[in-house]
């Protein structure tokens, strides 16, 4: 099966001097507009960024490991928590997910390139200089404490915090600033996921085909869409009060505190979905590989994530039970919110339909993902809990929040990361990460995860609040901060034996092929990695298994639709 | 393999819709989602200024009605351009296309006038009170966004005085370039009624 394959390119070509070569090769890389090297930049980017937050996280766990400790003080810490939160949502997850959706998006719907590839790569450097500037604030922005304060805010950014009198110097304009032009690039790049769905499908790739994980990208942007521009509104608005005197949400001269609120969430839970929705979109594709099934319950599948990107535009309120929006307004964003997990559950049903009665195989990747829908029940779960408004009043801020939504974003889009890193990976490169190095960086993170977020559900229900420094001893909070910190340094073993596994296998890692997985959807038809154009002939497909259909011609699917 | 070659019948060959016209309507989906945010808001404050100048003492309809024609009548103009175009007349097209920008750079300097008028005489400013902080926030980026059209239809102007539009090429480009133009006009029917007829109510009555 050697399919629309282009020259395999492993080999470094020869150049004039070590040098020169390297620069050459930086340029490349620095001008391209190819989507798929765009989107290695983005997911390595992402990572050293997911490594940057990581750290972060890491010295608060350290900070609370022990009760009065005093590793950091309570200005670093505000700064730690607030970079932390921002860093993960905007600098690692959109750029990672939107990353895998612009390498695998023309390749599955069988393009040559994204829409718009030179708006793609306009969408990458702005996010990247986005980031870079959200990170001279440690060294450029002016704060309560003088030069090189970080933001201090939170990733929520709360009015009136935020205001010239409680946020001196101009730290908190570097986060509006960052995030902002970092916006500007998701924005670009959810243009152009809708415009090459819509306009570049191959012939035969109707809709209703597409792999599992265009219809999740598809939904992304349009929520992408809707979100990221009420986010850059509220946050023009919050620049227009703490440059030029404004009034939007500054209490004192009749602005509204709430208003930020709403605004901020209408992003906000929207947001939490663009982060989820790709990495549903990873469990759809690996888990049918892995299982030797296709996907149980299609229709139905893309039927919920339609249902989950409206359903997700009415549900923000949710973070707001404490503030009194009275009880009208609390039942509605409750029952909204009681009724995003019927789509959700939908999808955890189809995945276990998917499994059930499959060939399972337990590669890396299927361990991520299965990991995945396990750690993500559970988060559900407790989002159950917490849509009960009586509930939140009792829980809200504290950790145990903290522990909920890690395990949708960290139990849930980090597993899903890395699954498809594990599983794209030999596609990208050509060659296979190592197996065994995989599953430890499995175990080790599904572990360390487990350790570190399972008790944040006890210290909070014990009334352990987010975002304190520390802690006295003896509120019973201790042993279960202990265990938190405990899984971190477990954790990082993990991240530093996948990171070793990267290195190690692009220089003599097994050499993949096409087609390593026996896999079925279309990126798999060319070469590992693809050509610049990826298909030498644009395929056609009859089906949604493009390549089942080529690999067994006498029993193909579109018999059966 | 062979599935691969066969033309089967439920295999369609045509490219069903044109990236152009679906970047252009995501782009204005997501300048809609940024406007509402700003007019929701706007919606919110109103009648919420005890202190300083009022909407109905600083705001009057006679300059901004006149804006306000230009502005929407230049969405018929440039939709004769565009035909113009379609039928290969270039003179005309580029007649209405300065009438159009014409009209539009009316629009911008009658807001100019406008906002100097309020901060010289009214004394209404972006400090002033919640007020003078949504109306010069809503009414100023939807300028700032007529500004970006009249680049993009000065832009297609020069080039067509420099020949490098091609009616037969380029009517569907340039035809999608004026939705945006469009867009605009729509946003400031909302901004209009919101703020010199909704926001015009006495204090302490909210609409």
Same mark, same amino acid.
């Given at each position: 099966?050697?399919?629309?394959?282009?020259?395999?390119?492993? %080999?470094?070509?020869?150049?004039?001097?070590?040098?020169?070569?390297?620069?050459?090769?930086?340029?490349?890389?620095?001008?391209?507009?190819?989507?798929?090297?765009? %989107?290695?930049?983005?997911?390595?980017?992402?990572?050293?960024?997911?490594?940057?937050?990581?750290?972060?996280?890491?010295?608060?766990?350290?900070?609370?490991?022990?009760?009065?400790?005093?590793?950091?003080?309570?200005?670093?810490?505000?700064?730690?928590?607030?970079?932390?939160?921002?860093?993960?949502?905007?600098?690692?997850?959109?750029?990672?997910?939107?990353?895998?959706?612009?390498?695998?998006?023309?390749?599955?719907?069988?393009?040559?390139?994204?829409?718009?590839?030179?708006?793609?790569?306009?969408?990458?450097?702005?996010?990247?200089? @986005?980031?870079?500037?959200?990170?001279?604030?440690?060294?450029?922005?002016?704060?309560?404490? @003088?030069?090189?304060?970080?933001?201090?805010?939170?990733?929520?950014?709360?009015?009136?915090?935020?205001?010239?009198?409680?946020?001196?110097?101009?730290?908190?304009?570097?986060?509006?600033?960052?995030?902002?032009?970092?916006?500007?690039?998701?924005?670009?790049?959810?243009?152009?996921?809708?415009?090459?769905?819509?306009?570049?499908?191959?012939?035969?790739?109707?809709?209703?085909?597409?792999?599992?994980?265009?219809?999740?990208?598809?939904?992304?942007?349009?929520?992408?869409?809707?979100?990221?521009?009420?986010?850059?509104?509220?946050? %023009?608005?919050?620049?227009?009060?703490?440059?030029?005197?404004?009034?939007? #949400?500054?209490?004192?001269?009749?602005?509204?505190?709430?208003?930020?609120?709403?605004?901020?969430?209408?992003?906000?839970?929207?947001?939490?979905?663009?982060?989820?929705?790709?990495?549903?979109?990873?469990?759809?594709?690996?888990?049918?590989?892995?299982?030797?099934?296709?996907?149980?319950?299609?229709?139905?599948?893309?039927?919920?994530?339609?249902?989950?990107?409206?359903?997700?535009?009415?549900?923000?309120?949710?973070?707001?039970?404490?503030?009194?929006?009275?009880?009208?307004?609390?039942?509605? #964003?409750?029952?909204?919110?009681?009724?995003?997990?019927? /789509?959700?559950?939908?999808?955890?049903?189809?995945?276990?339909?998917?499994?059930?009665?499959?060939?399972?195989?337990?590669?890396?990747?299927?361990? #991520?993902?299965?990991?995945?829908?396990?750690?993500?029940?559970?988060?559900?779960?407790?989002?159950?809990?917490?849509?009960?408004?009586?509930?939140?009043?009792?829980?809200?801020?504290?950790?145990?929040?903290?522990?909920?939504?890690?395990?949708?974003?960290?139990?849930?889009?980090?597993?899903?990361?890395?699954?498809?890193?594990?599983?794209?990976?030999?596609?990208?490169?050509?060659?296979?990460?190592?197996?065994?190095?995989?599953?430890?960086?499995?175990?080790?993170? #599904?572990?360390?995860?487990?350790?570190?977020?399972?008790?944040?559900?006890?210290?909070?229900?014990?009334?352990?609040?987010?975002?304190?420094?520390?802690?006295?001893?003896?509120?019973?909070?201790?042993?279960?901060?202990?265990?938190?910190?405990?899984?971190?340094?477990?954790?990082?073993?993990?991240?530093?034996?996948?990171?070793?596994?990267?290195?190690?296998?692009?220089?003599?890692?097994?050499?993949?092929?096409?087609? /390593?997985?026996?896999?079925?959807?279309?990126?798999?038809?060319?070469?590992?990695? /693809?050509?610049?154009?990826?298909?030498?002939?644009?395929?056609?497909?009859?089906? %949604?298994? /493009?390549?089942?259909?080529?690999?067994?011609?006498?029993?193909?699917?579109?018999?059966?639709? | 393999?062979?599935?691969?070659?066969?033309?089967?019948?439920?295999?369609?060959?045509?490219?069903?819709?044109?990236?152009?016209?679906?970047?252009?309507?995501? $782009?204005?989906?997501?300048?809609?989602?940024?406007?509402?945010?700003? $007019?929701?808001?706007?919606?919110?404050?109103?009648?919420?200024?005890?202190?300083?100048?009022?909407?109905?003492?600083?705001?009057?309809?006679?300059?901004?009605?006149?804006?306000?024609?230009?502005?929407?009548?230049?969405?018929?103009?440039?939709?004769?351009?565009?035909?113009?175009?379609?039928?290969?007349?270039?003179?005309?097209?580029?007649?209405?296309?300065?009438?159009?920008?014409?009209?539009?750079?009316?629009?911008?300097?009658?807001?100019?006038?406008?906002?100097?008028?309020?901060?010289?005489?009214?004394?209404?400013?972006?400090?002033?009170?919640?007020?003078?902080?949504?109306?010069?926030?809503?009414?100023?980026?939807?300028?700032?966004?007529?500004?970006?059209?009249?680049?993009?239809?000065?832009?297609?102007?020069?080039?067509?005085?420099?020949?490098?539009?091609?009616?037969?090429?380029?009517?569907?480009?340039?035809?999608?370039?004026?939705?945006?133009?469009?867009?605009?006009?729509?946003?400031?029917?909302?901004?209009?009624?919101?703020?010199?007829?909704?926001?015009?109510?006495?204090?302490?009555?909210?609409?």
């Amino acid at each position: 099966m050697t399919i629309g394959s282009g020259h395999s390119s492993l %080999a470094p070509l020869p150049g004039p001097s070590p040098r020169g070569r390297f620069w050459e090769s930086v340029m490349q890389w620095a001008i391209s507009v190819d989507h798929k090297k765009l %989107a290695m930049m983005y997911i390595g980017a992402g990572l050293i960024f997911f490594l940057v937050g990581g750290i972060e996280a890491a010295f608060m766990r350290l900070q609370l490991a022990q009760a009065g400790n005093n590793v950091v003080d309570p200005a670093t810490f505000n700064q730690l928590f607030t970079m932390h939160g921002t860093t993960m949502v905007f600098l690692v997850g959109m750029p990672i997910l939107l990353g895998f959706g612009n390498y695998l998006i023309p390749l599955m719907v069988g393009a040559r390139d994204m829409a718009f590839p030179r708006l793609n790569a306009f969408g990458f450097w702005l996010f990247i200089f @986005g980031g870079l500037l959200l990170y001279f604030s440690y060294v450029g922005a002016d704060g309560l404490y @003088g030069a090189g304060t970080a933001p201090d805010v939170g990733w929520f950014a709360y009015a009136p915090l935020t205001s010239r009198t409680f946020s001196r110097g101009n730290s908190t304009d570097y986060w509006i600033l960052g995030i902002m032009v970092s916006g500007f690039g998701s924005m670009t790049t959810a243009i152009n996921f809708i415009a090459t769905i819509l306009c570049m499908r191959c012939p035969g790739m109707k809709l209703m085909r597409m792999p599992m994980i265009a219809w999740m990208m598809l939904v992304v942007a349009f929520l992408v869409l809707v979100a990221i521009p009420i986010l850059t509104a509220a946050q %023009a608005m919050l620049l227009f009060d703490r440059t030029l005197g404004a009034h939007f #949400f500054d209490p004192e001269t009749q602005g509204s505190a709430i208003l930020w609120q709403h605004l901020f969430w209408f992003f906000g839970h929207p947001e939490v979905y663009i982060l989820i929705l790709p990495a549903f979109g990873f469990v759809s594709e690996i888990m049918p590989t892995f299982s030797r099934k296709v996907i149980f319950g299609y229709p139905l599948m893309v039927a919920a994530t339609v249902g989950i990107g409206f359903i997700s535009l009415g549900v923000w309120a949710h973070h707001m039970f404490v503030v009194g929006l009275g009880p009208v307004l609390d039942s509605f #964003f409750g029952a909204t919110t009681f009724l995003i997990s019927v /789509p959700t559950g939908i999808k955890i049903f189809n995945w276990l339909g998917t499994m059930w009665g499959g060939r399972l195989q337990f590669t890396t990747p299927m361990l #991520f993902v299965t990991g995945f829908v396990a750690m993500f029940v559970i988060g559900g779960l407790t989002g159950i809990m917490l849509a009960t408004v009586p509930m939140t009043w009792q829980l809200s801020d504290s950790y145990f929040v903290v522990g909920h939504f890690h395990y949708v974003l960290f139990g849930g889009t980090v597993f899903g990361i890395f699954g498809a890193l594990f599983y794209w990976f030999p596609k990208a490169t050509g060659r296979l990460l190592n197996e065994r190095l995989g599953k430890w960086t499995f175990w080790l993170l #599904f572990i360390g995860f487990t350790l570190t977020f399972m008790p944040m559900h006890i210290s909070g229900a014990l009334g352990m609040p987010r975002r304190i420094y520390t802690y006295e001893v003896d509120r019973g909070w201790e042993i279960w901060n202990l265990i938190s910190s405990i899984g971190v340094p477990v954790q990082m073993a993990g991240v530093a034996i996948f990171l070793w596994n990267v290195v190690r296998s692009l220089r003599k890692g097994e050499v993949a092929g096409d087609d /390593p997985w026996d896999a079925w959807t279309l990126e798999w038809s060319t070469s590992s990695p /693809p050509p610049e154009w990826n298909f030498d002939r644009i395929p056609t497909c009859t089906s %949604a298994r /493009p390549l089942w259909d080529r690999k067994h011609p006498e029993d193909p699917d579109a018999h059966y639709e | 393999m062979t599935a691969l070659n066969a033309t089967t019948s439920n295999v369609r060959l045509t490219a069903p819709l044109s990236r152009a016209k679906v970047g252009m309507a995501c $782009l204005i989906f997501m300048e809609s989602a940024f406007f509402s945010a700003f $007019l929701v808001t706007y919606l919110y404050y109103i009648g919420k200024s005890p202190d300083g100048p009022q909407p109905l003492e600083c705001l009057e309809l006679n300059l901004v009605l006149i804006n306000s024609v230009c502005l929407l009548s230049s969405s018929i103009t440039v939709v004769l351009a565009v035909r113009s175009l379609a039928r290969g007349a270039m003179g005309a097209f580029r007649l209405w296309l300065a009438v159009t920008i014409l009209l539009g750079l009316e629009f911008l300097l009658g807001t100019g006038y406008e906002w100097w008028g309020l901060i010289e005489d009214k004394g209404l400013t972006i400090q002033s009170n919640a007020f003078g902080t949504n109306f010069y926030s809503l009414v100023g980026f939807h300028a700032f966004h007529v500004l970006i059209g009249l680049i993009l239809l000065i832009g297609v102007f020069i080039l067509s005085l420099f020949g490098f539009i091609n009616p037969a090429r380029d009517h569907q480009r340039v035809d999608v370039a004026t939705w945006y133009w469009h867009f605009v006009d729509v946003v400031w029917i909302l901004v209009f009624t919101l703020v010199y007829i909704v926001g015009r109510v006495p204090q302490g009555a909210p609409a």
